[in-house]
């Protein structure tokens, strides 16, 4: 049972690339996230997703979009990236309401 | 907007002592959870609170939430070195459309 899946681990991008960050759970989970991590700043909502074929803002959505065609898939793209999109992105995953979320291992991407 | 203020963001403490790191929220909440991060690692969940007057424990940790006072304090008991870690609670809230944020992070030091 792999969880949450997120790749790629590592990425380096020049500014103005675009990319896309993959997560992927094999827990039939209908909720799914993607936060960024700062430091000092903790977890930062994008985006997320309360099921297949929707998406919502979070706190902190400009410059990023995500798709959630297969329930098991949420997609985090950037379309030009710049320096201050780099950062720890981590993906979470939950059944929905009352339980815990589980999280992927991260992706760490620099932008220079 | 839903927001989660976590104080102190930095705690120094000795092994032996005891102490109390707060979480409060600014609305209704469904639910309430404390994760655990290691550095360079992902997230572990600690606990999951989801009514008024509920307290977990594990081992050296005890959980309450307080929704009337929109309040959950994470209690220390007589540290030791392995409880080292940054320690985030997060909210989740149906009002908000499912969104679950996270507060800032307590980095714990704890000294021997």
């Known amino acids: 049972n792999a969880g949450v899946t997120q790749t790629p681990k590592f990425r380096v991008l020049k500014t103005g690339q675009s990319m896309t960050l993959l997560c992927a759970q094999d827990m039939n989970h209908e909720y799914m996230y993607w936060y960024r991590q700062d430091p000092g700043m903790g977890l930062r909502l994008i985006h997320y997703s309360v099921g297949e074929g929707t998406t919502a803002k979070g706190e902190v959505p400009d410059g990023y979009n995500v798709s959630r065609l297969k329930k098991q898939n949420f997609l985090l793209g950037l379309e030009s990236a710049a320096p201050s999109q780099t950062s720890v992105y981590f993906c979470?995953?939950?059944?929905?309401?009352?339980?815990?979320?589980?999280f992927g291992q991260g992706t760490r991407l620099t932008v220079v | 907007e839903l927001k989660v203020e976590q104080n102190p963001l930095f705690l120094s403490m000795q092994e032996g002592k005891n102490y109390t790191i707060y979480c409060n929220y600014s609305t209704t909440s469904d639910r309430l959870y404390w994760y655990r991060q290691d550095p360079g690692k992902s997230l572990e969940s600690l606990f999951v609170l989801l009514s008024n007057g509920a307290v977990k424990q594990e081992g050296r940790l005890m959980a309450s939430l307080d929704t009337k006072a929109r309040l959950s304090t994470l209690h220390i008991t007589a540290a030791v070195h392995d409880l080292s870690a940054t320690y985030f609670c997060?909210?989740?809230?149906?009002?908000?459309?499912?969104?679950?944020?996270f507060g800032a992070g307590t980095i714990l030091r704890v000294k021997s």
């Open positions: 979470a995953s939950t059944p929905g309401w009352g339980t815990e979320a589980f």
């Open positions: 997060a909210v989740g809230s149906m009002e908000y459309g499912n969104k679950l944020v």
